[in-house]
């Protein structure tokens, strides 16, 4: 793995957000669900398409904050327009589990 220096890490803009809105995304070629999460004021609502099927039904996920790569350029998941990037870490199986704070947060808070 190559180092990287802090202005590589300030580059990638990772900010909190409260998931507004949650539907299954069957179309897409690998089980998903579509997001539609609120950063606040200056970034508002954006959505992403997240294969987090395993642990997460769409009504659950509703008010959860979650962290994601806000400045990646949009990008086409099948029909469905994505435009942030929700992190998250596989578990034991490779399932994704979603990363976020564990006390709530501002929305739109930047990590450091």
Not at 53 to 71: C, R, S
Not at 90 to 105: A, F, R, S, T, Y
């Amino acid at each position: 793995m190559a180092d990287i220096d802090f202005d590589d890490f300030l580059k990638v803009d990772i900010r909190v957000g409260t998931v507004t809105r949650a539907e299954p995304y069957p179309e897409a070629r690998k089980p998903a669900i579509k997001l539609w999460v609120d950063f606040g004021d200056g970034l508002g609502e954006r959505k992403s398409s997240a294969q987090i099927t395993k642990h997460y039904d769409p009504d659950q996920l509703i008010g959860k904050q979650v962290m994601a790569v806000v400045n990646f350029p949009p990008r086409q998941i099948g029909k469905f327009m994505s435009e942030i990037l929700v992190l998250g870490l596989p578990d034991e199986n490779g399932d994704i589990v979603l990363v976020g704070p564990d006390k709530d947060v501002p929305v739109g808070g930047r990590m450091h």
